[in-house]
Structure formats: structure tokens, C-alpha cells
């Protein structure tokens, strides 16, 4: 089904774009025609979106700013069938078929809304060390397909909210295992391709998300700090010793070389980023895991979560003259051989491609620029901004360059998005017209004259919501 899904891009570009809108026009049930409209003014409006009633200017809108909100506001999108069509499009992968998918958070500050629910404290990043805040906002997490050379396209796949009541490491591992059935069920995946690769950054309980989706195809890796702190296999109980047997071998601390063992595999490459790249892998090391955390509610003895650590040393980074620090990742494959150890390493690397997706939805579509105030209109946006973003990558190959004068040409195939986005006009004139023409009608009487509004908002408080038990008493006391 892969090959002929990019058969089929690669005849009738045109054609698969003109299915996505079809399949994103039936997921819109209430006002569908009013955000749709909006769909396609935020892809032909020229430049950055800075204000979400300038989208009613363009001529592919034609309700006014009103409806716009009313649409947002009390309109009703079907998560799950675009979810299916996302699926269904044309899916990037590796040179030798393999997907791989990344996983990560952006967050959509909102330090001043107090009306507005569901908010969490967001870490951002400040200028320096020890400069980090958190912020008050909602916080999206975001599956997308990554692609095997270097560019700033991504396929964005999911999206969900983390609310203040829930566990991100369990809403995660849902996440993604929706995402993979809804590639095997649309023909992306079969038997005997390679299990589909996964990788997140520092912050997930890989470990945890390994476990949680061990009944699927997939391999996980993620980064990990250079302070943990992994266990060998334990050595066989010998006959006529008294005691438990052991469970957990010698320590294997990633910032004490004494520690370190031979690597399984050791190898070094040459890349044109950031110089020669050194790799050394060892297999059959496992966390010791203890009852906290997420694992606090694990009912019996905890497992031996087997995998691969690599260690990624590169020459230099672009732009910085210091050593840069060693990059410690860990996969879900016990034994991991030199060719899954270079499909690790590289697909991780590929993952910061996410980050170019995030500027792009931020800075150019205007992801983060309305000031909605009810969380589900929030989510109605996001998803119109990710069949956007959708809709600029399946009409790469019928967009022509038009770069401004002080920029350089670029061949059809390495076009940027935001280049692709001028041109978007001029393809959508040869789509089926989808919306409806609005109905003629007039506006309501609105507020009296004099009056003012007398119903307040309700301010709501900002982070979770449900305490973490941090010990087994505690746990069990709450029943």
C-alpha cells in the first residue's frame, strides 16, 4: 500500500490533495463550510498571520470576522475521521522503507487568560542558564512522520492536549499507539517491514513508553540524561547459594568510564554537519526501575526492560566553537546490531526537523495568535492549522518558486513550505469547491444600548489537578 500511495502522489498530485480536502470537508459536521473557508484563507493569505480576523479579508472567505468566531466557538470538527485521513495521505520514509515517527510537546502560552480552563504550567526556555520558566498554557503533543534527508518538512499525523488531569507519559503512549493502527489499518506497515522507529527527545520515560507498547511493531528511542545510571544482566544463580537471585548485574553509569565495559559496536562516520560522528552502542543494559513514579501503580515485581545504549559524539556543532557534550540515547532493541545502532543515531537527528514545524505553524500560520478563550475552540484551530499544514506538503510538487528578489532559486523538491504556501492560490483554482456560498442574512440586535454585560467569567486556576502519590502509603491510601 506504501509504494502505492507514492505511486500515486508522484502521477496525480492533484488528485490526492482534492482527497484530503474531501476527507477534511466530511470530518467537519457543524459550521463545516464557515471553517473550511477558514482552512483555505490561512493557506492563500500572503505573509504571516499575525491576527485571526484578517483571515475574513482574503477572498477565499466569504462570511464575516462574526461567523469566523462563531465557528471556532460553537463549530464541530471529528478529531478521529481526520485523524484517518492523515493516515491515509502519501507517508514519508527512509531509504531502506522505514517509518519513522517523532514525538514531542509545543506549547500555547497564555500567561493572561485567566478565563480560559485547562491551563498547565509550560517549561519554556530563557536566554542563558538557568533562565527556564513556566509558563501558564496549553500544551499540545504532536506526532508526525519524519522524512530521511535533511529538510523542514514533517507529515503531521496527531495532536493532542494535556489536560491538567492527566499522565503524559500514559496519554502518550496512546497517542502513539493509535497513531501506528491507523498506519497498519490504511497499508502503510505490514509483516515483515522493519518495526516502525519512534524518537523523542529528554523529558519521556522511554523506558516506560517501550513497555507500554511492547505488543506493537515499533522501536522506541529516546534521548536520555548523562546521569542515569543502568544495570547489566544478572549473573545465573549458582546451585547451593542461599538468597534471592539477583536481578540487576553490575552498575553502568553513563558519566564514569571506569564503569564502561567494550562496546558491542564502535563506529565512526563522516558527516557533512557536524564532522566525524563517533558511535559506540551496548546492549542487554536495563534501568532499574523502583515503585515511584509512573510505575508506582504496578501491580507485582517490576521488569527487566532490556535495551541499547548509544553513545553520539560529535566534532563540532554549527555555530559553537566549544566541545560539544556526548549524546546518550537509549533503544528498546536488547541487542542492537550496527545497522539498527546507525538508524537510531541518524533518524534521532532528524527528529529537530519537528522543530522547524513548530516555527513554521507558530511564526507563518499564526498557530499560537488567537485569543480563544474555550479550550475545545483552541483544539478546533489547532486541527484546522495541521490540515493546512497537510495540504502544503501534498501540493510540493505542483507549486512553482516564487521566491521574493533577495532570495535564491530553489529546485521544485527542495521547496520550503512557506514557499509553497505563495503559490497555494493558484492550485487551489484547479480543486472541486467544496463550501457552500453563504446565505444572505442580517445582523442580530446585539447588546442594548447603555447596558453592560453583567455575567462574569469564571477564573480558573492554573496546573494539575489530581496530586501524585509519591509512596506506596499513599498510594494505597487513596484507594
Given amino acids: 500500500m506504501s509504494s502505492v500511495l507514492f505511486h500515486l502522489s508522484a502521477v496525480d498530485p492533484l488528485g490526492v490533495l482534492a482527497r484530503f480536502r474531501q476527507g477534511l470537508h466530511a470530518s467537519l459536521y457543524a459550521r463545516e463550510d464557515a471553517l473550511f473557508e477558514l482552512t483555505d484563507a490561512l493557506l492563500c493569505t500572503s505573509g504571516s498571520i499575525r491576527t485571526l480576523v484578517e483571515l475574513c479579508l482574503a477572498a477565499e472567505h466569504r462570511r464575516g470576522h462574526g461567523g469566523m468566531y462563531a465557528a471556532l466557538n460553537e463549530g464541530d470538527l471529528e478529531p478521529e475521521r481526520l485523524r484517518w485521513a492523515l493516515a491515509a495521505m502519501p507517508l514519508p520514509q527512509a531509504r531502506d522503507g522505514r517509518i519513522t515517527l517523532a514525538v514531542d510537546v509545543s506549547n500555547w502560552l497564555r500567561p493572561d487568560a485567566g478565563t480560559s480552563g485547562e491551563r498547565l504550567f509550560c517549561h519554556t526556555y530563557g536566554r542563558g542558564r538557568s533562565k527556564d520558566q513556566f509558563i501558564p498554557g496549553w500544551p499540545y503533543s504532536f506526532v508526525a512522520a519524519l522524512e530521511a ?216 500560520l499564526g498557530w499560537t495568535r488567537p485569543k480563544l478563550r474555550d479550550p475545545g475552540a483552541a483544539d478546533r484551530w489547532t486541527w484546522l492549522v495541521i490540515a493546512a499544514h497537510t495540504q502544503l506538503r501534498l501540493a510540493r510538487t505542483l507549486a512553482a518558486d516564487q521566491r521574493r528578489p533577495w532570495e535564491a532559486p530553489l529546485p521544485p523538491e527542495k521547496l520550503t513550505p512557506a514557499r509553497v504556501r505563495r503559490g497555494f492560490r493558484n492550485i487551489r483554482a484547479n480543486l472541486p469547491e467544496l463550501a457552500r456560498a453563504p446565505k444572505p442574512s442580517r445582523p442580530g440586535p446585539g447588546r442594548p444600548a447603555g447596558s453592560r454585560n453583567k455575567i462574569r467569567a469564571v477564573v480558573h486556576e492554573v496546573g494539575k489537578t489530581e496530586k501524585r502519590a509519591l509512596t506506596l502509603e499513599e498510594h494505597y491510601a487513596a484507594g
Avoid at 182 to 203: C, E, K, Q, Y
Avoid at 241 to 246: E, F, Q, S
Avoid at 254 to 264: A, K, M, N, V
Avoid at 291 to 311: A, M
Wanted: charged share 25%; proline share 6%; aromatic share 8%.
Fill in 149 to 364: 534527508g535533511p529538510t523542514s518538512w514533517t507529515a503531521l499525523l496527531d495532536a493532542t492536549r494535556l489536560t491538567p488531569s492527566d499522565d503524559a507519559t500514559e496519554v502518550t503512549a496512546a497517542q502513539l499507539r493509535a497513531v501506528v493502527t491507523r498506519l497498519i489499518g490504511a497499508g502503510h506497515w505490514s509483516a515483515g517491514d522493519f518495526p516502525i522507529t519512534i524518537v523523542a527527545d529528554a523529558g519521556y520515560d522511554v523506558a516506560r513508553l517501550a513497555y507500554l507498547l511492547a505488543d506493537l511493531p515499533v522501536l522506541m528511542v529516546g534521548r536520555v540524561r548523562s546521569d542515569r545510571v543502568y544495570r547489566r544482566e544478572a549473573t545465573p544463580h549458582r546451585p547451593g547459594v542461599n538468597g534471592r537471585p539477583a536481578r540487576h548485574g553490575s552498575r553502568f553509569h553513563l558519566r564514569e568510564r571506569d564503569s564502561w565495559h567494550d562496546p558491542d559496536v564502535e563506529s565512526s562516520m563522516l558527516t557533512k554537519r557536524y564532522g566525524t560522528a563517533e558511535i559506540r552502542a551496548w546492549g542487554h543494559l536495563h534501568p532499574a526501575l523502583t515503585h515511584r513514579s509512573g510505575w508506582i501503580g504496578h501491580d507485582g515485581e517490576l521488569p527487566i526492560l532490556d535495551g541499547t545504549v548509544i553513545r553520539l559524539e560529535v566534532e563540532h556543532l554549527p555555530g559553537n566553537q566549544h566541545d560539544p557534550d556526548p549524546v546518550w540515547l537509549w533503544c528498546s532493541a536488547a541487542a542492537a546490531d550496527e545497522h539498527t545502532v546507525t538508524v537510531c543515531w541518524t533518524m534521532f537527528l532528524r527528529r529537530f526537523d519537528l522543530e522547524h514545524t513548530f516555527r513554521f505553524l507558530k511564526q507563518t
